[in-house]
């Protein structure tokens, strides 16, 4: 949840009445299909080049159309909603994700007298009177909102994150009707892999509304990190925590795009970028629990030597701990096996890794098989030894690799295109969906930063264990 003060509108109530939102969504999904239907009776007789544009067009239409509707009604519909477009590429049509993306946008804070209300049936009159609050919300989302505040006793800054009345309890609920609103506007085909991935979506929700889970989870990464001087966690105060109430200190730092962190020397953005790929490298290689929410709003720069504080070096703060996953080495060592066969130029066991992922099988073609797994390894360019097959301006006078200029992603995308895999690719399990999309958040992380710098020393550390859990080098001003 982003931390920048937000002015706009605001409600006096979130509607989380099931029968009211599985109404709403029913009348929308019921009239959306009905709107399909007659598309395709009337479409039938167009030739195929017309039918697929009608049928795109059509496709457009009806996602903008239930995104309005689930904007209406806010709450956990929205996160879900939020959430579909980030992990759904795999499941769903590219118009559905576009228009799903457009959600990010319609956050509504909520009345402070409501908000207020929360925070005395959470933490108790007397308990609250212990602080001041801003009654401004900083940040706004689909499930809640953060206000910060001030300890009277002792001038102690924190901020309250205070979760939305009923969008716990609606979460099953909200969840089974947007799947369903897909099935009836006939956006989705359900399948073993859809269902698969919808669970995951249910069990992601349900840990983002256990704020009692993240209060813990964050204390443990701050614990985990307490010795690298490179990252700052909130510490959380239990005393004006609750099931619905998450209280911690308030950590000031500036966005990752805004003009004070782009401005820093080249040598510190790098730096910067350096502790974000490793902070990656310790969850998957030693902790096996990964902050899967490619947000940027849960990150913030604090740039040495402002407001009064001077370490000697830029650090990153580590906001909203909701989305952390934790995985088992049941799925995680074919991961790192292929990470593994990739830095070491090993087809044959990148290939084997795959198919233990079960999203590639030796029952293809052998030329789609290597094509697939060169893909795989193509997306560690930045981390291999062999630094000969990098593009000329991927890499400046000193040999070092250009995040932002390599245009990694999009190239890849195209190798990918120009292959004959996507008729053989399998959706992968559910849990590389929401791995991909970290990796890619971390490298957009990286990229945005402008950042240069070679990965290769940071893998070799962590693949062939070389102290992995100790702290490295400081981000020095």
């Known amino acids: 949840m982003s931390a920048s003060r937000r002015p706009g509108k605001s409600v006096s109530r979130i509607k989380t009445g099931s029968f009211e939102r599985r109404l709403s969504l029913t009348r929308a999904g019921l009239f959306a299909g009905t709107r399909m239907a007659s598309h395709m009776a009337t479409n039938w007789f167009s030739n195929r080049e017309k039918r697929e544009k009608k049928h795109r067009a059509m496709l457009s239409s009806q996602a903008r159309f239930l995104v309005d509707e689930l904007g209406q009604l806010k709450g956990s519909v ?13 499941f769903l049509p590219d118009e559905v994700t576009e228009a799903l993306h457009t959600l990010e946008d319609q956050t509504t804070s909520l009345e402070w007298s409501a908000i207020e209300r929360v925070l005395k049936e959470e933490l108790g009159t007397a308990r609250l009177a212990e602080l001041e609050v801003d009654p401004e919300p900083i940040g706004a989302a689909s499930l809640g909102q953060v206000h910060r505040a001030v300890r009277r006793s002792d ?12 969008v716990a309890d609606a979460v099953d609920s909200d969840l089974n009707a947007v799947a369903q609103l897909l099935k009836i506007a006939r956006l989705v085909s359900f399948g073993p892999e859809f269902n698969d991935w919808l669970e995951e979506v249910r069990d992601m929700m349900h840990r983002e509304v256990d704020y009692r889970l993240e209060a813990r989870t964050t204390e ?58 490793e902070l990656f490298f310790r969850e998957l290689f030693v902790w096996g629990e990964i902050q899967t929410d490619p947000n940027f709003g849960n990150y913030r720069i604090r740039i040495a030597g402002e407001e009064g ?14 989305a952390v996953q934790s995985y088992s080495d049941r799925f995680l060592n ?42 795989c390894m193509s997306v560690l360019e930045p981390l291999a030894s062999d630094q000969d097959q990098w593009p000329d301006y991927a890499v400046n006078s000193h040999g070092e690799y250009r995040w932002k200029q390599s245009d990694l992603p999009s190239r890849v995308a195209r190798q990918a295109a120009r292959s004959a895999i996507s008729r053989y ?28 710098f070679n990965g290769e020393p940071l893998l070799r550390k962590y693949l062939y264990g070389d102290d992995a859990s100790a702290t490295s080098q400081s981000t020095k001003a």
């Open 220 to 277: 443990k990464f701050r614990e985990m990190l307490t010795s690298d001087p490179r990252f700052i966690v909130p510490r959380v105060l239990q005393e004006y925590s609750s099931a619905h109430v998450i209280a911690s200190t308030y950590e000031h730092g500036h966005s990752v795009s805004s003009g004070p962190v782009k401005e820093l020397p080249l040598e510190r953005r790098s730096a910067l970028g350096k502790a974000a790929l």
């Open 309 to 322: 504080e001077d370490p000697g070096y830029d650090r990153i703060v580590l906001l909203d701990f909701g």
């Open 155 to 166: 001038g102690l800054e924190l901020v309250l994150k205070v979760q939305y009345p009923g």
């Open 334 to 375: 074919p991961v790192r096996q292929m990470i593994q066969a990739s830095y070491e130029q090993d087809l044959e066991a990148v290939i084997d890794g795959g198919v233990k992922l079960r999203f590639m099988s030796l029952d293809w073609p052998r030329d789609v098989l290597e094509t697939f797994g060169n893909v």
């Open 425 to 452: 690719f399998r959706v992968p399990p559910k849990e590389f969906v929401f791995l991909n999309r970290k990796l890619i958040g971390v490298y957009t992380f990286v990229a945005v930063l402008h950042s240069e």
């Open 78 to 90: 929205v996160k879900i909603g939020q959430v579909m477009a980030l992990y759904g590429e795999h």
